[in-house]
Each structure stands twice: as structure tokens, then as C-alpha cells.
């Protein structure tokens, strides 16, 4: 089992940033490729990034390319999501996620994954 914890969530403005943090324990931290997702009030949870086991790969949703990033440091079982230039429609909770492999179609689908962490709200005001 692989419990995941998600942090650095908070109140911010628009233009802003904030960097999420995600650690990982009870599990090979290195053996999953991590994902990032958000959930809004009243709104279905949506795929926002994906990072492969090693780092060489990632993926991001359209809206968020060019202004989050994300990155892992297996030494410290942590995956991060530098989130910048925020705008008031990122406002959500932002949930981590462990998925075996990755693969373009694969990390975008919330079925696909088997470890969640219980989110982190980020809110952006204009």
C-alpha cells in the first residue's frame, strides 16, 4: 500500500504561484509514475500532469502548459507541481496519484490509478 499526502495548498492571487507537494510512503516510490489532478466544487476531477517513474517524461493538460511543472525526487518519495501565473480557474483541490506505468492516454484517466492522496485546496482570487 502506498499512502500519498499532498501539501503547500493555499490562498493566493491571481498571477500568483504556489509550489504542491506530494509525499509517498508505504510503497517503491521509484516502481510509479505520479499524477496530478483537481477537482473543483461541483465538477468532475480532471487530469492536470504525469511524470514517469524515472522523470524523462511528461504530461500536461492544455490549460496548464507553460505555467505548472512537474517534477519528482525519488530520494525524497516526493512529486512536486510548481504551479505559476495562476488564474482564478485554477482554483480546486489538487489530488496526487501513483499509476503503474506510464503512457500518454493512460495517465489522463482516473481509473487507471491505484494510490490517491486526500488533496491539498488551492485557491486563486482575481
Known amino acids: 500500500q502506498v499512502q500519498l499526502v499532498e501539501s503547500g495548498g493555499g490562498l493566493v492571487q491571481a498571477g500568483g504561484s504556489l509550489r504542491l507537494s506530494c509525499a509517498a510512503s508505504g510503497g517503491t516510490f521509484g516502481d510509479y509514475a505520479m499524477g496530478w489532478f483537481r477537482q473543483a466544487s461541483g465538477k468532475e476531477r480532471e487530469f492536470v500532469a504525469a511524470?514517469?517513474?524515472?522523470?524523462?517524461?511528461?504530461e500536461y493538460t492544455t490549460s496548464v502548459k507553460g505555467r505548472f511543472t512537474i517534477s519528482r525526487d525519488n530520494a525524497k518519495n516526493t512529486v512536486y507541481l510548481q504551479m505559476n501565473s495562476l488564474k482564478p480557474e485554477d482554483t480546486a483541490a489538487y489530488y496526487c496519484?501513483?499509476?503503474?506505468?506510464?503512457?500518454?492516454?493512460?495517465?489522463?484517466?482516473?481509473?487507471?490509478?491505484?494510490?490517491w492522496g486526500r488533496g491539498t485546496q488551492v485557491t486563486v482570487s482575481s
Open positions: 511524470i514517469s517513474r524515472n522523470g524523462g517524461n511528461t
Open positions: 496519484a501513483a499509476i503503474p506505468l506510464f503512457s500518454m492516454i493512460s495517465v489522463r484517466r482516473t481509473q487507471q490509478y491505484d494510490y
